[in-house]
Nanobody
Framework: QVQLVESGGGLVQPGGSLRLSCEAS????????MGWYRQAPGKERELVAT???????NYADSVKGRFAISRDNAKNTVYLQIDSLKPEDTGVYYC???????????WGQGTQVTVSS
C-alpha cells in the first residue's frame, strides 16, 4: 500500500503564491506518475498537473504558466508551486500516485486552498 500526505494549503489573497507538498510512503513502484488534482465546491475533481518518474510533465490548460509541478524521487515527494492565484483556484487539492504498469492509483486526504481577499 501507498500512503500520501499533502501539506502546504491555506488561505491566500488573489495574486499570491503557495507551495504544496506531497510525500509518499509505503510500497512505491519505481515507475510511477505523481500528480495533483483539485475539487472545487459543487464540482467534479479535475486534473491539475502530473509528472512522471522521468520528469515529464502535463498541465491542465487553466493552470499553464502559473503552476509548476516538480518531484524529488529520492524523497518520494511531489511539489506544486502555485503562483498568481485566482479565486477560481479555490478547492481541495489532492495528491495522486499511479503506477506506470497496472495503473494502480492512490490518493492523499487533500489539502484546502482558499483564494480570497
Amino acid at each position: 500500500q501507498v500512503q500520501l500526505v499533502e501539506s502546504g494549503g491555506g488561505l491566500v489573497q488573489p495574486g499570491g503564491s503557495l507551495r504544496l507538498s506531497c510525500e509518499a510512503s509505503g510500497s512505491i513502484f519505481r515507475l510511477n506518475i505523481m500528480g495533483w488534482y483539485r475539487q472545487a465546491p459543487g464540482k467534479e475533481r479535475e486534473l491539475v498537473a502530473t509528472i512522471t518518474s522521468a520528469g515529464s510533465t502535463n498541465y491542465a490548460d487553466s493552470v499553464k504558466g502559473r503552476f509548476a509541478i516538480s518531484r524529488d524521487n529520492a524523497k518520494n515527494t511531489v511539489y506544486l508551486q502555485i503562483d498568481s492565484l485566482k479565486p477560481e483556484d479555490t478547492g481541495v487539492y489532492y495528491c495522486n500516485l499511479r503506477t506506470a504498469i497496472g495503473g494502480v492509483s492512490s490518493w492523499g486526504q487533500g489539502t484546502q486552498v482558499t483564494v480570497s481577499s
